[in-house]
């Protein structure tokens, strides 16, 4: 197996290829089937040349296009490549492979900050796996205590909590967070949040809300948490959708 060591110096990431010598002769093998691919074209080019012409021999311009390719072959496979290194000027920021969790990029990723609006991703999570994307809901004195970011629904209105969902989703809706806790929760959603917040493994997250207005206290969580929340959102068929 090729071993890739990555180290970060001078905002650069150096891609350093070492070969085992199992890769030595799996290189050579691949070496071989170039040439011979170029063998091939060369005489296809040769065979529909009804007279050849000495002074610009279809032969020789095989010969330079093999050394040209294996040149050019020798030159990616042994020596380093080098390409920038992600720049953000984000205190702390991830990227995170979704499917095997394999981290990426990692900036400050365990440092607790408030999180925000992100905290709705998992007010959504909470509305979809309820089972009850399809109710009709009516509107009450539940989001008297909302400002910011609404979809403007109004005391007394009826309307589907998948609709509330996509409203949160898509219009950071502060007033359809607390409409969705009210339903599907109570006063119990909060602890709905921090408790499948432990179970898919966020670690240093505290929800104190469903929508992250900071209010008294907020929500805190890290971008490494955030990361493995979101992967989980993803693999809800539902959620994809909106």
Do not use: C, W
């Not at 996509?166 to 359809?176: I, K, P, Q």
């Not at 949040?193 to 505290?206: L, P, R, S």
Request: charged share 20%; hydrophobic share 45%; glycine share 6%.
């Amino acid at each position: 197996m090729i071993i890739i060591i990555i180290t970060n110096k001078k905002q650069n990431i150096d891609f350093a290829f070492f070969f085992s010598l199992y890769n030595l002769i799996d290189f050579a093998r691949h070496i071989h089937i170039i040439e011979r691919t170029i063998s091939n074209i060369g005489n296809i080019y040769i065979s529909n040349k009804a007279v050849p012409n000495p002074q610009n021999n279809p032969l020789q311009f095989n010969i330079k296009l093999k050394k040209l390719v294996l040149l050019i072959s020798f030159i990616y496979f042994i020596f380093p490549i080098k390409i920038m290194a992600i720049e953000t000027s984000a205190e702390s920021a991830i990227l995170m492979d979704m499917d095997s969790k394999r981290i990426l990029y990692a900036k400050d990723i365990h440092n607790q900050r408030s999180v925000a609006s992100i905290s709705k991703i998992m007010t959504a999570v909470i509305a979809i796996e309820s089972g009850k994307m399809d109710d009709i809901i009516t509107i009450g004195t539940e989001i008297d205590k909302s400002y910011g970011s609404g979809i403007y629904i109004t005391k007394g209105e009826e309307i589907s909590l998948r609709d509330l969902v996509y409203g949160l989703m898509l219009r950071s809706g502060n007033d359809a967070s607390y409409a969705i806790a009210h339903y599907v929760g109570g006063d119990n959603f909060v602890q709905m949040m921090n408790d499948k917040a432990k179970e898919i493994g966020m670690k240093n997250t505290v929800f104190n809300n469903p929508n992250g207005l900071d209010e008294e206290e907020g929500n805190y969580s890290t971008v490494y948490d955030m990361a493995i929340l979101t992967s989980y959102a993803m693999n809800l068929e539902e959620y994809k959708k909106i």
